[in-house]
């Protein structure tokens, strides 16, 4: 009896050590992730994992606060700034600041937050798994299907980069020859050139002489006083052996009017019957131009224009004398002259060349045109070689998975702006009321993390924002189907985000882990 009664009481204590002990388990272990639990499995004490403080073990989940990183109340609401683990069987183990344990709100899908209330918590990690399941794979559906697109673009990169050798090669060749041909058509614009410099040389010296045996007969250019106006008076007036006409109007006009002698001053009355006689004169002469246009027609040779000059010199001739009511056809004629020599020598236009000289001029003319044509197509080669080489430059990826954004531009619309980049090469903020447009950044360089470089792209540069930072542009790129802008945000003043969505962000990786219907076991 002694002996039955003692093994019946060491069955009783076994079987209670053993309930209390798996009791003292899950309450120590409550809300203790399980990369911890090792942490938390000692009998004796219990380290808080700040190494803080060394407390009983029936302190770990007592409700009361021990440890300042709150490790001992891993399970309760006790410390401020504890944290409880929900296991989340079948779904994603999460961890929840330790406040919300207990205060009636399911947090954990497995409801394990409220283990202790009255509040009952459906099971919602199932639900929630399926969920997040059918969103990798369609995730991952839709890098499969970008990823299949990014391939096309690399391959057409591939293709593209050797086409562009090609006719960068063929440009190359091209601009050998063409640039062999302006030497010809230079050798032989030049030698067209010669003549005709020649036969218009010519022609500008016989013009210039003509003029200065004109000018030789005013006397009133006769600047050293003794009424011969001599060859070397004329040429220091004229300041060389011969000018063009634009240095003639510039300089030499210049001179010749400084030379002028000063007319004389006309009394008050001769005066007033300046006046009258200048009304007259206007008359005159409009009579005279309206009977020259009718019935000489235009000037073409040097002795028309001779003769022109040569009625001014009669006049000039009697500028010294008096003025006197019996010498007003002096006054007429000299006034007529002094109020019109500028027009007379302003209007003075070179005669037309000889047929010898057009001729040559034609000639030289066809050599220019030629020349000039041949110019054209080695700037026009020149330049696509420069656009070929600029776009190879381009860092479109290693293997060249951006190369689909080359030349093209992408516009995104909101309530005040469109935004437009333009890949590789700038953006621009387009205000819908009008006003020029701003342009927001240039192309810079990727930017996106160390292990993701092409996440990322920059325009910097742009204008410079009043009292603020040149404005720039970010855009990050995220897996899509086709090329399109999703949204753009100003998040600081002057800094855009943009954010595009393209099948060259797709990632094969993502795109081929096949997402398991089961993969977690309840
Ligand atoms: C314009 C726009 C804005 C920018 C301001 C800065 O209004 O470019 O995006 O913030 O200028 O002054």
């Known amino acids: 009896m002694l002996l039955s009664s003692y093994i019946t009481s060491v069955l009783i204590i076994t079987v209670f050590a053993t309930i209390s002990s798996g009791n003292i388990e899950l309450t120590v272990l409550r809300g203790v992730p399980s990369s911890l639990r090792s942490k938390y499995a000692q009998l004796k004490s219990f380290a808080c994992l700040d190494g803080s403080l060394t407390i009983p073990f029936e302190y770990v989940n007592d409700d009361y606060c021990d440890c300042r990183d709150g490790s001992d109340e891993p399970g309760t609401s006790a410390c401020p700034n504890g944290r409880f683990f929900c296991e989340n069987k079948g779904y994603i183990g999460t961890s929840i600041p330790s406040h919300l344990v207990g205060d009636g709100i399911c947090d954990c899908c497995d409801g394990s937050d409220e283990y202790e209330t009255s509040v009952v918590c459906n099971n919602t990690c199932f ?127 210049e001179q010749i009017s400084n030379s002028y002698k000063k007319l004389p001053q006309p009394s008050t009355e001769a005066a007033a019957h300046l006046e009258d006689v200048t009304e007259k004169i206007d008359e005159a002469l409009k009579q005279q131009e309206e009977a020259t246009t009718t019935t000489s027609g235009t000037k073409g040779d040097y002795e028309e224009v001779t003769d022109h000059h040569h009625d001014d010199d009669s006049h000039h001739r009697h500028h010294h004398e008096d003025v006197d009511h019996h010498h007003h056809d002096e006054i007429i004629t000299t006034v007529a002259t002094s109020l019109d020599h500028g027009k007379h020598i302003h209007d003075d236009t070179a005669p037309e060349y000889d047929d010898e000289t057009k001729k040559l001029m034609e000639i030289a003319d066809h050599a220019r045109n030629e020349y000039n044509e041949v110019e054209r197509k080695v700037h026009d080669v020149k330049r696509q070689i420069e656009d070929l080489r600029k776009q190879a430059d381009v860092d479109v990826g290693p293997h060249g998975e951006y190369a689909a954004f080359m030349d093209h531009c992408f516009d995104y619309d909101e309530r005040e702006y469109t935004y437009r980049v333009c890949m590789f090469k700038d953006a621009k903020q387009i205000s819908k009321g009008g006003g020029s447009d ?84 309840f």
């Open 127 to 253: 639900e929630l798994a399926q969920k997040s399941r059918a969103e990798q794979e369609a995730r991952r559906a839709l890098h499969e299907v970008g990823v299949a697109k990014k391939k096309d673009i690399m391959a057409k990169s591939i293709a593209a980069v050797s086409a562009r050798k090609v006719r960068l090669l063929e440009l190359e060749q091209e601009l050998r020859t063409i640039e062999n041909e302006l030497k010809e058509k230079e050798a032989l614009k030049q030698l067209a050139e010669a003549p005709e410099n020649e036969a218009k040389e010519k022609h500008q010296k016989l013009w210039d002489e003509q003029r200065a045996i004109q000018l030789q007969k005013h006397t009133e250019l006769d600047t050293d006083q003794e009424n011969e106006f001599t060859v070397e008076e004329v040429r220091s007036i004229l300041g060389a052996d011969s000018v063009n006409f634009d240095e003639f109007n510039v300089t030499v006009f």
């Open 438 to 521: 701003v342009t927001i950044g240039y192309w810079d360089a990727w930017t996106g993390p160390s292990d993701n470089k092409y996440l990322k792209m920059k325009y910097a540069n742009g204008a410079t924002c009043w009292n603020g930072p040149a404005r720039s542009l970010t855009i990050t790129f995220q897996c899509g189907v086709d090329h399109k802008v999703i949204d753009v945000r100003e998040p600081t003043r002057c800094e855009y985000a943009m954010l595009f969505e393209t099948p060259s962000a797709c990632d094969e990786t993502i795109a081929t882990t096949i997402v398991h219907p089961n993969h977690e076991e």
